[in-house]
């Protein structure tokens, strides 16, 4: 889970153009984030979704994460806006319903519009791009679920272990 995530085991390792890559033991940057509503009508013409999560984890990315992940990178663009968290989706992102049945869905604009998600993010490193540095964060997993199937309260107390997200 985020709220336990280590960052002394993360490894920075130099790419080209200034760009890092990071990784956890050898393995990819990997934690669930807080299930939240996708906003502005779903995936975007440039293949992005924007999760509202909430206060706590935005509070979590702005003074943990990032700080640690994009040290000294100036000028920074966050992926965080508010508490709204922007990730990239591809094809080689593994989509679930419900009965996490894998879907395959075609990713065109709209995609995820009216939906409610748990995803698991992958942030795979930085970019450097239009005189702009950022961290390039893409959705590993995703659980799709409609708006109308959300509790009121969430609760997220469990490890994440392969596909376990929380219910």
Known sequence: MWRTF???DVTHAGCRNGTTKFSVNTKPLRFQVPRGRVL???LSGYKSITVETTDEFAE?????LEPVLASGLSPFKSNMTGKNLRMKVDTSTQVFDLNRNIKFPELVEGTFAGMTVS???EIIGTYFFQEMHGLTCRIYQLVERPLSDIPEEETDTSQLKGFAFLT
């Open 40 to 42: 502005f009508g779903g």
């Open 6 to 8: 280590d960052f002394t």
């Open 119 to 121: 995803c698991i993010v």
């Open 60 to 64: 979590w990315w702005r003074t943990e």
